[in-house]
């Protein structure tokens, strides 16, 4: 049986986009390495890009790269904002309509703080059509981050890419005290 041909889900289109998502996910590792590694929040990395232009990157963003208690993504936004002359809550006058975020840990939707929530953010700046995230949010600050319903229920595409998991939780964990790692994998 012949399959009909479809370019959306031929495997060169699948491996483009592993490609693509891999490209930027990578960027975004190599952001949060940047970020000082503390015992009350996680490193995070953010890559703000609209894909149908010849140079994407839009902005990027670590956590505590700006000023104060900033997450990654509000850095990111705060960034382009900023270059593009803007106040942040004005962000959606000036950002691509096909802009898409990648992420390495899953936007938060609830601070500790009090400060506004990344998920908040992204809804806010309302060209943000697609998320990308490279690990959910481990729960341990902040209980059932529900970011990929909240997201999703406002037509935001989300999708976890898969891979790239335990580089990204080293990094973003790199200020947490370590819990004893069990021997049962040490052993060769
Ligand atoms: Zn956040």
């Known amino acids: 049986m012949e399959a009909s041909e479809n370019e ?7 491996q483009w986009d592993a490609d693509e998502h891999s490209k930027w996910l990578t960027l975004a590792l190599h952001l949060a390495k940047k970020s000082p590694p503390k015992p009350t929040n996680y490193c995070v990395g953010a890559v703000l890009i609209s894909p149908s232009r010849k140079y994407p990157v839009l902005s990027t963003g670590y956590t505590l790269e700006l000023p104060g208690n900033t997450h990654a993504e509000q850095c990111c936004f705060e960034k382009f904002a900023k270059s593009n002359g803007c106040d942040v809550e004005e962000l959606h006058t000036v950002l691509p309509d096909d802009s898409t975020l990648y992420t390495t840990m899953e936007p938060c939707v609830k601070r500790l703080s009090g400060n506004k929530p990344c998920a908040q953010r992204i ?16 729960e341990k600050f902040v209980n059932e981050n529900n970011a990929c319903k909240i997201l999703g229920d406002s037509g935001i ?15 973003a964990t790199a200020g947490h005290e370590k819990e004893q790692a069990e021997e049962s994998d040490a052993a060769k």
């Open 157 to 171: 595409a989300y999708e976890h890419i898969p891979g790239m998991e335990k580089e990204i939780l080293e990094v």
């Open 123 to 138: 809804l806010e700046a309302k060209n943000i059509k697609k998320v990308f995230v490279g690990v959910t949010e481990p």
């Open 8 to 14: 959306l889900d031929s495997p060169d289109r699948l």
